[in-house]
């Protein structure tokens, strides 16, 4: 058993007393579910407890793990389930804005005269803090897939697993929140008459 | 679909493209180091907790197991005694002292056959079991679990 094994070796060696295992699998996964957490969730949740929590859920349900599922796609279920617990726990934050249904993240955008973006704006994205406003600017449930499509590289069918929304709903938000994206940055001062 | 349309769609891409590019730029947040470490120690804890309360029903089943087992057999030995005559030669010896001083030997013997032996023997046997039970759990306990059970049972 080495590093470089799928996740599906990892599991069964995890599963057959194979210790190192899961530090293999549990270190592969740990930052891609960390980064989801943090720019999903709300400021107010403590990240790290929210993936610890989830990683030890995963450990306990490992047992039953189905072995021709997607791992990548069952931990992210994990954390995101974990999270609208935790949310719901605390209700000084309001959960159903990660529950609600699409099609809410404001008029449809006309990109009609939209170019590509200058590279000064693209050069901003490099800033954490204009990242974490940008996206902060978008629903919880949009947030979500752009952060798995764009930074996780998860496909429209594995979000729409994690999700549990059939791909075209998650495709439609995720082309609506790019739209929504690309208006916030347009309005934004100094970006007029970039685009 | 008509001409606008289609550049509708094509300038949409482009933008999404471009825009998807941009997103890519966005610096990952890392995790803090040592987070599996922490995960890990969590997951060890929990197998301590489900190890000690296997441990705690083993024990309170087994205790409990034995307790029934040297009831009933305490309840056959008084059944045996009362029909033995052990109790009778015990009266005796209680009321009739100077008698049983001088042939002290006789008496002594006569209580001890009319003893239902072999159902003590066993009552016996069993009650030095759960003591020497007891004493091993409480001794395996505190080689593992120095800091006692409350710690361990509020993790």
Known sequence: MQRTDTDAILVEAFLKGDDEALRFLYERHIPGVYNFIARTAPPEVDVEDIVQEAFIK??????????????????FTIAKNTLLDRLKSNRTISFSLLEEG????????????RRPLPDEVLQ??????????LLGNLKPPSRAVVVMHVLEDLSFREIGEVLGEPMDTVKTRYRRAIQELARLLASKPGNEGKF | MNQFDGLQRKTSVNMADSLES??????????????????????????QLRALRRRVWGFAAGLLGIVAVIFGFWNLLAQELAQSSFMEYLRIFWSDRD?????WNDAASSLLESLPVANLI???ILSFFIIGFVWKALETWGKSHPHGIVRHLSV
């Open chain 1, 102 to 113: 699409m099609g809410e993240d404001g008029p449809a955008f006309d990109p009609a005269d």
């Open chain 2, 22 to 47: 941009a997103l890519r730029k966005i610096p990952a947040r890392t995790p803090p180091s040592g987070l599996f470490e922490r995960i890990r120690t969590s997951i060890d804890s929990e197998i």
């Open chain 1, 58 to 75: 995963a450990w306990r349900s490992l047992k039953g793990f189905k072995r021709d599922k997607n791992f990548k796609t069952w931990i």
């Open chain 1, 124 to 133: 901003m994205f490099e800033s954490d803090k204009y990242a974490s406003e």
């Open chain 2, 122 to 124: 066993i009552w016996l």
């Open chain 2, 99 to 103: 008698m049983v001083m001088a042939n």
